[in-house]
């Protein structure tokens, strides 16, 4: 079965500094380029960034570049974002999706359950 | 880096078909063919339904499809059923390389 399973979230303060983790199975992980995609409470799909098979390719949002992190390690079936400078408005359900091709951007095939991120004081 | 611009609700009776409009740019939507929809259920995580404008993956029901004329993809629900109330979201490639979604749809059966 393919799957996604998010860890790492959780209550922090402003300022400070939170790394999620998704850990891939049952796919060839190192085939597929992957994305990080967050959810506000009530509020719609923010894509945040993404990364390519060979972590070749890296970009992120506007809104999280310079603050955000996109890493993956292949040998662990791991992806990883590294959040620093935390604020209020990255309060979110974070999820790990992955992407059909290896590099490219393309579309969301499989997707985990999320982990929730809460950033206040 | 700006979000596709989705109607926030639509509705439909069982049995009646419901188009979703989705409407972006030329550097995202009319640009590209990597345009792809998503259905939510509450406090579930996003499921795709359609991808690469008309394509149906394995498992979605036929009564889904996609479309996309100039700058706007849409999606289309016939023969609605109970279980199609949910959120919708498009996405597309834009041409900076990244990603976007749109605000989303929230779908209603009456």
């Known amino acids: ?121 | 880096q700006s979000a596709l611009t989705q109607p926030p609700s639509a509705s439909g009776s069982p049995g009646q078909s419901v188009t979703i409009s989705c409407t972006g740019t030329s550097s995202d939507i009319g640009g590209y063919n990597y345009v792809s929809w998503y259905q939510q259920h509450p406090g579930k995580a996003p499921k795709l339904m359609i991808y690469e404008v008309t394509k149906r993956p394995s498992g979605v029901p036929d009564r889904f499809s996609g479309s996309k004329s100039g700058n706007t993809a849409s999606l289309t629900v016939s023969g609605l059923q109970a279980e199609d109330e949910a959120d919708y979201y498009c996405s597309s490639y834009t041409g900076t390389n990244s990603m976007v979604f749109g605000g989303g749809t929230k779908m209603t059966v009456l």
């Open chain 1, 1 to 121: 079965e393919v799957q996604l399973v998010e860890s790492g979230g959780g209550l922090v303060q402003p300022g400070r500094s939170l790394r999620l983790s998704c850990a891939a199975s049952g796919f060839t992980f190192d085939d597929h380029a992957m994305h990080w995609v967050r959810q506000a409470p009530g509020k719609g799909l923010e894509w945040v960034s993404s990364i390519s098979w060979n972590s070749g390719s890296i970009v992120y949002a506007d809104s999280v570049k310079g603050r955000f992190t996109i890493s993956r390690d292949n040998a662990k079936n791991s992806l990883y974002l590294q959040m620093n400078s935390l604020r209020a408005e990255d309060t979110a359900l974070y999820y790990c999706a992955k992407d059909n091709y290896r590099s490219g951007w393309s579309f969301m095939d499989v997707w985990g359950k999320g982990t929730t991120v809460t950033v206040s004081s």
